[in-house]
């Protein structure tokens, strides 16, 4: 991490964070007017339940929120939680990019993709739609973020005629397109089984403008951790549904599924002789498979979706990878990989 002056670090992160807090406040009335399908300059910001104009200090949820008793002051209607938690969350991003990348060319991409991940956060959460502008716009930022090699990850390059390409920036085209084929294959495959979309086109957009950014590598495992995120509140909802509807054949596949792959997961930090352990591997993510497939078709059969957005669990994984992302990669290639040698 970039080294600030002990002294002056104090000021630096807190007029960051006071910048973020504003930011956070224009990236709500951003999200909710294109939500809304309203311009982003007129009309001046408003109560979304009178219309009265907002004073200059009502334009911070946070100190509305806290000062106002959660409530707007003319008609009394509530202040919605999101707000103000949406505008704390950009403080203290950008207070995290300043830590990690000081005061260079790096923090102003890397704002430039926070800012778009808390409008897609916000939107998709609300109405489950991912608006081109935030998510597209991230590809070629970040192919120049990655060109320029400003995460500098690059170990070597790649010398084209006079033009040296760094690993960084091929290694973010190798993310853009591993991303779309992922998945838009997953996409494609939900319509076969389910005969629906399971995925929109905007977490393709999504992923691909992170892979950009950070390249297949750190883009792949921002992704496995989406998809965890993910879990963590649709297992829950899931088993209680099936519970309640008496859908014990999708209860049990669906928990089968979870212990063959954690078995598989403990197989593999095991003690086990290399063949050995191999095979047990490869026969629990058999199993796991096969789990997984009794319970597409009865979720099929029955038609028991149950909808989460997964923009917002894919936004969480990825800046996970970002600010931690080479840690992660370097504690798996010391643990895990030295197992298997």
């Known amino acids: 991490m970039p ?8 000021f630096i992160y807190g007029l960051t964070f006071i910048i973020g807090l504003c930011m956070g406040s224009f990236l709500n009335v951003v999200a909710y007017r294109f939500l809304t399908d309203q311009s982003i300059v007129k009309p001046p910001s408003h109560c979304t339940h009178c219309k009265t104009p907002l004073r200059w200090y009502e334009n911070f949820p946070l100190v509305a929120y806290i000062f106002q008793g959660a409530q707007c002051r003319t008609c009394k209607a509530p202040i919605g939680i999101e707000y103000p938690l949406a505008e704390l969350a950009t403080g203290l991003l950008f207070v995290g990019v300043v830590w990690y990348s000081g005061l260079t060319l790096q923090t102003l991409f890397l704002l430039f993709l926070i800012c778009n991940l808390v409008v897609i956060t916000i939107t998709d959460f609300k109405e489950s739609l991912i608006f081109q502008i935030n998510s597209l716009s991230l590809i070629p930022v970040g192919l120049v973020y990655s060109f320029l090699d400003l995460g500098q990850t690059s ?10 390409i760094p690993d960084s920036f091929i290694s973010a085209v190798i993310g853009v397109f591993v991303a779309f084929v992922v998945f838009e294959g997953l996409i494609l495959l ?17 992923m ?3 892979g950009a950014f950070l390249g297949w590598e750190l883009m792949l495992v921002a992704l496995l951790l989406g998809f965890v995120f993910q879990a963590v509140p649709a297992i829950p ?11 014990y054949v999708s209860l049990i596949s669906g928990a089968a599924s979870f212990l063959f792959a954690g078995l598989s997961f403990w197989v593999s930090y095991s003690d086990l002789e290399p063949g050995l352990r191999t095979w047990l591997i490869l026969l629990l993510m058999l199993l796991s498979i096969v789990a997984v497939v009794i319970l597409m078709r009865q979720v099929k059969r029955t038609q028991s979706f149950t909808y989460l957005p997964l923009g917002p669990a894919l936004v969480l994984g990825s800046l996970t990878m970002l600010f931690w992302g080479r840690q992660i990669l370097d504690y798996y290639v010391q643990t895990v990989m030295h197992q298997w040698g």
């Not at 170990?155 to 040296?164: E, G």
């Not at 939900?190 to 999504?206: A, K, N, P, R, W």
């Not at 909802?237 to 859908?247: C, E, I, T």
């Open 237 to 247: 909802m899931l088993g209680y549904q099936y519970y309640k509807s008496k859908a």
């Open 3 to 10: 080294d600030l002056d002990p002294q002056l670090q104090p």
């Open 155 to 164: 170990q070597s390059s790649f010398q084209l005629v006079a033009i040296s």
């Open 208 to 210: 691909m403008g992170v």
């Open 190 to 206: 939900s319509e076969i089984v389910f005969g629906t979309e399971g995925f929109g086109h905007g977490d393709t957009h999504l």
